[in-house]
């Protein structure tokens, strides 16, 4: 068992940065990481972690308000925390020089995740990012190269792997459903995201923001590599849309449909969108259904059994499984554990970190012990091509020439663009 203090640091603190990646950091700190590494697989490394500490240093965001109210919220949680605001374009630099913690969470918009990432690479700091590591391949590569070069882990925030539902679906039913021959995955967001959370929904998309869960999800548990990629998309109501913030519109996807063609033969269509209305009955739209040869799989979040009509609400389905609070046992009632595997991923990578970090392992022998960043360069390429080939095709379907193009992939994952109508 080894005794020693882990100093850990987070970017970013909005919608996830504080509901999921700040609170489960207040539990790190307050608790130790063995509580919560059974539902990662990680359960037989609790002994040689459970006399480590995790002190959270600092908070980084862009407005010195947010930082500040983001610090309460954290001591609500660890009374004990002392985490210090940092704020600017760049606060992770002053942060790492600064503070230097041993790991670093990322939790900034999907387009800025490369700089803070690379930034803590080059000082020797472990880093666990949200989900699309990045957005473009070259810096996917780039992150890659300087974590083996350091020997640093990156884990990325890919919780669906932990989700029971759609883990039991892969790993129990599939191998029981023959020759895998299709598949299809939705998530729809609701249009607050797009419209009011985010102020950066223009620089990426509804398929790079959740759609990479699901390729994550199924390249994973499927071990299936991509060989070419159509993509079409809608541009309707968020490039129209007009608001205080957004008076020119919000140029972006409302929605993209995105095919892919596997190295087994499976055919798999990704459906994402972030214009969902208010009065759907859930937080999203989401379901995953694989179809073999021998029989099917089929997974609805509305499905999972908690449904509820409140007066003025209309009727709603919950999923605790994702996120839910649990009173302690004896303690305030505001004061609480958060359980769900929206943490899964976030303890496995610091996990990781923690036992690379204490010399318990290497960064080599711990691949495929958690999402780390090497399985998220398929993804990345897939990102990047989807965006591509959606642009194009949105192109040509405006000026009435069809949908005619396409990506393949090579064994690298290196991106061609295939546009036959291309003078
Ligand atoms: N794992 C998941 O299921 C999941 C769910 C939602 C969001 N995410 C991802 O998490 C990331 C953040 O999403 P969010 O919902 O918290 O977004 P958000 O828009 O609510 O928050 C963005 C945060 O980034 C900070 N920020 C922006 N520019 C910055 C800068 N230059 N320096 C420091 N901080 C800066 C803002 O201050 C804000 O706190 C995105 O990549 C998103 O895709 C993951």
Same mark, same amino acid.
């Given at each position: 068992?080894?005794n020693?203090?882990?100093?850990?640091a987070?970017?970013?603190?909005g919608?996830?940065?504080?509901?999921?990646?700040?609170r489960?950091?207040?539990?790190f700190e307050?608790?130790?990481?063995?509580?919560?590494?059974?539902?990662a %697989?990680? @359960?037989? +490394?609790? !002994?040689?972690? *459970?006399?480590v500490?995790y002190? #959270? &240093?600092?908070i980084?965001?862009?407005?010195?308000?947010?930082?500040?109210?983001l610090?309460?919220?954290?001591?609500?949680?660890?009374?004990?925390?002392t985490?210090k605001?940092y704020?600017?374009?760049t606060?992770?630099?002053?942060?790492?020089?600064k503070?230097?913690?041993?790991?670093?969470f990322?939790a900034?918009?999907?387009s800025?995740?490369?700089?803070?990432?690379?930034?803590?690479?080059?000082r020797?700091?472990?880093v666990v990012v949200?989900?699309p590591?990045?957005?473009f391949?070259?810096?996917?590569r780039?992150?890659?190269?300087?974590?083996d070069k350091?020997?640093?882990i990156? %884990?990325? @925030?890919? +919780?669906? !792997?932990y989700d *029971?539902?759609l883990?039991?679906? #892969? &790993?129990?039913?599939?191998?029981q459903?023959?020759?895998?021959?299709?598949?299809?995955?939705?998530?729809?967001?609701?249009?607050e995201?797009?419209?009011?959370?985010?102020?950066?929904?223009?620089?990426?998309n509804?398929?790079s923001?959740?759609g990479?869960?699901?390729?994550?999800?199924?390249g994973?548990?499927?071990?299936?590599?991509?060989?070419?990629?159509?993509?079409?998309?809608?541009?309707?109501l968020?490039?129209?849309w007009?608001?205080?913030?957004n008076?020119?519109g919000?140029?972006?996807f409302d929605?993209?449909?995105?095919?892919?063609?596997?190295d087994?033969?499976m055919?798999?269509?990704?459906?994402?969108?972030?214009?969902?209305?208010?009065?759907?009955?859930g937080?999203?739209?989401?379901?995953?259904?694989v179809?073999?040869s021998?029989?099917r799989?089929?997974?609805?979040q509305?499905?999972r059994?908690?449904?509820?009509?409140?007066t003025?609400q209309g009727?709603?389905?919950?999923?605790?499984?994702f996120q839910?609070e649990?009173?302690r046992?004896?303690?305030?009632?505001?004061?609480?554990?958060?359980?769900g595997?929206?943490r899964?991923a976030?303890?496995?990578?610091l996990?990781?970190?923690s036992?690379?970090i204490?010399?318990?392992?290497?960064?080599?022998?711990?691949?495929?012990?958690?999402?780390?960043a090497?399985?998220?360069?398929?993804?990345?390429?897939?990102?990047?091509?989807?965006?591509?080939v959606?642009?194009?095709?949105?192109?040509?379907?405006?000026?009435?020439?069809g949908?005619?193009?396409t990506?393949?992939f090579d064994?690298?994952?290196?991106?061609?663009i295939?546009?036959p109508?291309a003078?």
């Amino acid at each position: 068992m080894a005794n020693r203090t882990i100093k850990i640091a987070t970017i970013g603190g909005g919608m996830f940065g504080r509901d999921v990646v700040l609170r489960s950091l207040a539990d790190f700190e307050r608790c130790g990481i063995i509580p919560y590494l059974g539902t990662a %697989g990680l @359960d037989h +490394h609790a !002994r040689e972690l *459970a006399g480590v500490d995790y002190k #959270l &240093v600092a908070i980084g965001v862009r407005h010195e308000k947010t930082g500040r109210a983001l610090v309460e919220d954290y001591r609500k949680w660890c009374p004990s925390g002392t985490p210090k605001a940092y704020w600017g374009e760049t606060p992770w630099i002053d942060i790492l020089e600064k503070e230097k913690p041993d790991v670093l969470f990322v939790a900034t918009p999907d387009s800025l995740h490369t700089p803070p990432v690379v930034a803590a690479l080059d000082r020797g700091v472990h880093v666990v990012v949200e989900k699309p590591l990045a957005l473009f391949l070259d810096e996917a590569r780039t992150i890659v190269r300087k974590a083996d070069k350091g020997g640093l882990i990156v %884990g990325t @925030d890919m +919780h669906k !792997r932990y989700d *029971a539902f759609l883990r039991s679906a #892969l &790993v129990d039913v599939v191998p029981q459903i023959g020759d895998l021959l299709y598949a299809r995955a939705v998530l729809e967001e609701p249009l607050e995201v797009s419209t009011k959370i985010f102020k950066w929904a223009a620089t990426s998309n509804p398929f790079s923001y959740v759609g990479v869960h699901w390729t994550d999800l199924l390249g994973y548990y499927l071990n299936i590599k991509p060989v070419s990629l159509h993509a079409v998309g809608q541009k309707k109501l968020l490039v129209n849309w007009r608001d205080e913030r957004n008076p020119n519109g919000i140029n972006t996807f409302d929605s993209l449909q995105v095919n892919i063609q596997y190295d087994n033969g499976m055919n798999i269509t990704y459906v994402n969108a972030w214009v969902n209305p208010d009065d759907f009955e859930g937080n999203v739209n989401q379901e995953m259904e694989v179809v073999g040869s021998l029989g099917r799989v089929f997974v609805d979040q509305q499905d999972r059994g908690l449904r509820c009509c409140i007066t003025g609400q209309g009727t709603r389905t919950k999923n605790p499984h994702f996120q839910a609070e649990v009173p302690r046992a004896a303690a305030s009632k505001d004061d609480t554990a958060c359980i769900g595997y929206c943490r899964d991923a976030l303890t496995a990578g610091l996990e990781a970190a923690s036992r690379v970090i204490l010399g318990l392992a290497d960064r080599q022998g711990l691949k495929g012990t958690y999402p780390d960043a090497d399985s998220s360069v398929p993804l990345v390429a897939i990102v990047e091509a989807a965006e591509r080939v959606a642009k194009a095709n949105l192109a040509y379907l405006n000026a009435g020439k069809g949908a005619p193009v396409t990506a393949r992939f090579d064994k690298e994952f290196n991106v061609e663009i295939i546009d036959p109508a291309a003078g």
